[in-house]
Each structure stands twice: as structure tokens, then as C-alpha cells.
């Protein structure tokens, strides 16, 4: 899958914007995106049960850092001290329809 064109943190808007084409912009809220983290910390492996999910996630949560990993993830590192989670473009892309996503181009 391709990466996206941009990624942003909006750090003062509390989002991740992600721009997987020109008419193809979304803005997800940090906290809609740590409660969705898919690492074996927050989901179960073998029955994909969510451990950690939205109803956990602190009102301030937000991101201290974030990277690159080869080209088909974002590591993103937590004010939590979280810094396990792997988002791959699919599951981004993914959350992008979730409730909670905002779509602004
Ligand atoms: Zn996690």
C-alpha cells in the first residue's frame, strides 16, 4: 500500500493529519488513535481481544514523537510512556472511516 503524501502532527488541534491524495484528507484525533494502538500491549494476538481501548485513554493524551518505520508503518511514541505501537498504513487507513475521523478534503 502507499504511504500517504503528508503526515502532520497538529499537536495544538489534537490530530494526526494524514493526506493520501489531494481529495483524500484526514484528520484523526490522538485519542481515537491511541485507544485504536494494535500492538500485542493493547490487543490479545491470539484472540484479538482489545486490552487497552478509547474508554483508557487519558483526556491528555498526546504524542511525544513520532517515525517512520521502513516505509509501511508510523511508530508513534506516547505521553504515556507507550511507545510500542506500530500504526501501518492499512490500519491507518483503516481508522480514517472510523467514528471519531474527520475527512476535510
Ligand atoms: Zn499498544
Given amino acids: 500500500m502507499q504511504a500517504p503524501r503528508h503526515i502532520r502532527l497538529l499537536r495544538e488541534s489534537g490530530v494526526l493529519e494524514l493526506a493520501w491524495d489531494r481529495q483524500d484528507v484526514y484528520r484523526l484525533p490522538f485519542r481515537l488513535l491511541r485507544g485504536a494502538c494494535p500492538c500485542a500491549g493493547c490487543v490479545e494476538e491470539m484472540t484479538g ?3 487497552y481501548g478509547p474508554e483508557d485513554v487519558p483526556e491528555d493524551i ?5 517515525e517512520l518505520v521502513g516505509n509501511y508503518a508510523l511508530r508513534i511514541v506516547w505521553n504515556d510512556g507507550h511507545n510500542t505501537g506500530l500504526y501501518t498504513w ?4 483503516a481508522l480514517c472511516d472510523a467514528e471519531g475521523a474527520q475527512q476535510i478534503a
Fill in 90 to 93: 492499512e490500519q491507518l487507513r
Fill in 62 to 66: 498526546a504524542p511525544v514523537d513520532a
Fill in 49 to 51: 481481544r482489545r486490552i
